[in-house]
């Protein structure tokens, strides 16, 4: 499977964005779908992710209640909704897939996408 991360840009705090993880291959359906993001000069940090089903998500705290992950399996796509956002949000989006999701550990993921930005104005 190949991943296309879309959707980043430059908005002002309180504002919103929806980022799309765009899918090529057909086991789409059955890959557990994680977004990481990277600021300059820290770490890989783990955002949020959604089983295959999509009856499983996680959401690290800094994002919890802010941020919503869904999925459109017959769009082979994963969507990111970012609400409220905040200039500590910003950062390099990434999504990743996998088949061994390992519950709010970020872990499980082999195949990633290329980054989108994401800037966050004060």
């Known amino acids: 499977v190949q991943l296309q991360a879309s959707g980043g840009g430059l908005v002002q705090a309180g504002g919103s964005l929806r980022l799309s993880c765009a899918a090529s291959?057909?086991?789409?359906?059955?890959?557990?779908i994680g977004w990481f993001r990277q600021a300059p000069g820290k770490e890989r940090e783990f955002v949020t992710d959604?089983?295959?089903?999509?009856?499983?998500?996680y959401y690290a705290d800094s994002v919890k209640g802010r941020f919503a992950i869904f999925r459109d399996n017959a769009k082979n796509t994963v969507y990111l909704q970012m609400n409220n956002l905040r200039p500590e949000d910003t950062a390099v989006y990434y999504c990743?897939?996998?088949?061994?999701?390992?519950?709010?550990?970020?872990?499980?993921?082999?195949?990633w996408g290329q980054g989108t930005q994401v800037t966050v104005s004060s």
């Open positions: 990743a897939a996998g088949n061994s999701r390992v519950y709010g550990s970020g872990r499980g993921y082999e195949t």
């Open positions: 291959g057909r086991t789409f359906s059955s890959l557990n």
């Open positions: 959604i089983s295959w089903s999509g009856g499983s998500t």
